[in-house]
């Protein structure tokens, strides 16, 4: 059972009046996962102002602007869960994109900052780090992209979408009351911190 609101994450007052209508409506939000994410790749040397602002605006700011905005609700409630979706090219890097792989590195210094901040009122802040998932974007890979990039997968295949829910469904449940400040890594292998 739920509904959808359309949501500007790179709009503050669109975020104002998301969480005020959830608010009024079902009460403060307990469990916040900041998934929005954009790409704008291009060399650095090429890359334009825009191109960079977009991508920390849309990846990094939003989870600034989103947190802070649940966070009074959980204080108030004394629980709370906000799990962000990073990418495993914010540990490795990858050529063309400086501006995502940054955004993505980013959330979890921010994560851990939070962590620290709210935890003793029983709020979790964590980072899920998908590799590479089975989505529309990836089958749109040529075979030799997709073939290279299989072999550098352990596991030998892409991920699953969900997957990715299940990591998140965990880190929003009781089970992970004492997980905090963490980033699970969930690549097939990929990247092994």
Known sequence: NGRGIKLDVADVESIAE?????????????????????????LLMRMKDDEWDDIINTNLTSIFRMSKAVLRGMMKAKTGRIINISS?????????????????????????????????RNITVNTVAPGFIDTDM????????KNALLSSIPLSRLGEA????????????????????????????????
């Open 18 to 42: 998301v969480i005020k209508t959830v608010t009024d409506e079902i009460g403060a939000p307990t469990v916040l996962v900041n998934n929005a994410g954009i790409t704008r790749d291009n």
């Open 88 to 120: 495993v090219v914010g540990f490795t890097g990858n050529a063309g994109q400086a501006n995502y792989a940054a955004a993505k590195a980013g959330m979890v210094g921010f994560a851990k900052s939070i962590a620290k901040e709210v935890g003793s």
């Open 138 to 145: 990836t089958r749109e890979l040529s075979d030799d992209i």
């Open 162 to 193: 969900k997957e990715i829910a299940h990591t998140v469904a965990f880190l929003a449940s009781a089970g992970a009351g004492y997980i905090t400040g963490e980033t699970l890594h969930v690549n097939g292998g990929m990247f092994m911190p």
